[in-house]
């Protein structure tokens, strides 16, 4: 690589040390050295079950969430690439007008629609479907649908962006060469697709394993996720164990990120080497 290339990367890795680097290592500092260098603060969490059982539905939430917005993601990003050329520019400006408010504001939304007195409840009582207000929040049913509305523009994006790079002509192959419709979609376009499926997963996936603001405010007892532990740790000043728990999310994260697009790996590339 040429000199000249490679301060174009300056500016880039000096973000990245001043943005990550910088303030992981104070974490790392915290968790070891305060108040003194010892792993008492890891061992507290593993030694507690109550904090095991909000790191156990820390992973069940965030996997929850990740594969309903696949479910949901993909049959709309597959909608938006078999658009027209001239509508998918307003298809996609819906699908992301959303993530330009904040997550705050549209968490709050979800109170006012899903409280006693909010939206739905006045409609079905004014329809006189129920008789008194149904107890939609504070419920982990609350936590998956803003979790889910939150985080499902990204992953349409992320299969939409993955569609458009396959070619149609090889679509149009095989249903020549007598595939059905489904058979092609299944054979060929489905394949072709998982990588973008699997990173829109994963982001989404990452996210989560990190929410705080939903389960906070939209969530029960019982959905007390490991970001909302930390600041809480953060709120008493207990900066060691908030790192140690920070240190954890993050390698617990990256290691089970890691470990599926391990495993998938096989899976997403296999073919189109066999194919070559």
């Not at 973000?15 to 792993?39: R, W």
């Not at 019982?222 to 709120?235: E, W, Y």
């Not at 240190?247 to 066999?274: D, K």
Request: proline content about 6%; hydrophobic content about 60%; glycine content about 6%.
């Amino acid at each position: 690589m040429r000199l000249d290339h490679r301060l174009t990367l300056l500016p880039a890795l000096v973000l990245a040390l001043l943005m990550f680097a910088v303030p992981v290592a104070f974490v790392f500092t915290e968790a070891f050295f305060t108040p003194e260098l010892s792993l008492a603060h890891f061992e507290r969490f593993f030694a507690r079950q109550a904090y095991l059982s909000v790191y156990q539905n820390t992973l069940l939430v965030s996997a929850i969430t990740s594969t309903i917005c696949l479910l949901l993601g993909y049959p709309m990003a597959l909608f938006i690439v078999h658009q027209p050329p001239h509508r998918r520019p307003l298809l996609l400006f819906l699908v992301l007008v959303p993530l330009w408010m904040s997550i705050l504001v549209r968490t709050y939304a979800w109170m006012v629609v899903l409280g006693r007195e909010g939206i739905i409840n006045t409609v079905l009582q004014w329809l006189g479907i129920i008789n008194e207000p149904l107890p939609m929040m504070f419920s982990t049913g609350a936590v998956y649908v803003a979790m889910v509305q939150l985080l499902l523009p990204i992953m349409i994006v992320t299969c939409y962006s993955a569609m458009t790079e396959i070619d149609p002509g090889l679509v149009r192959a095989a249903c020549v060469c007598g595939a059905s419709p489904l058979a092609a979609f299944r054979k060929v376009f489905l394949p072709l697709s998982l990588e973008g499926a699997v990173t829109g997963w994963s982001v989404i996936f990452i996210l989560s394993m990190g929410f705080f603001i939903v389960p906070a405010l939209v969530g029960g007892r019982k959905d007390v996720l490991l970001g909302n532990m930390i600041v809480n740790q953060i709120s008493q000043a207990n900066w060691g164990f908030a790192g140690a728990l920070a240190i954890i999310l993050l390698v617990s994260t990256i290691m089970l990120v890691g470990a599926l697009r391990l495993v998938l790996g096989r899976f997403l590339y296999s073919p189109r080497e066999g194919t070559a």
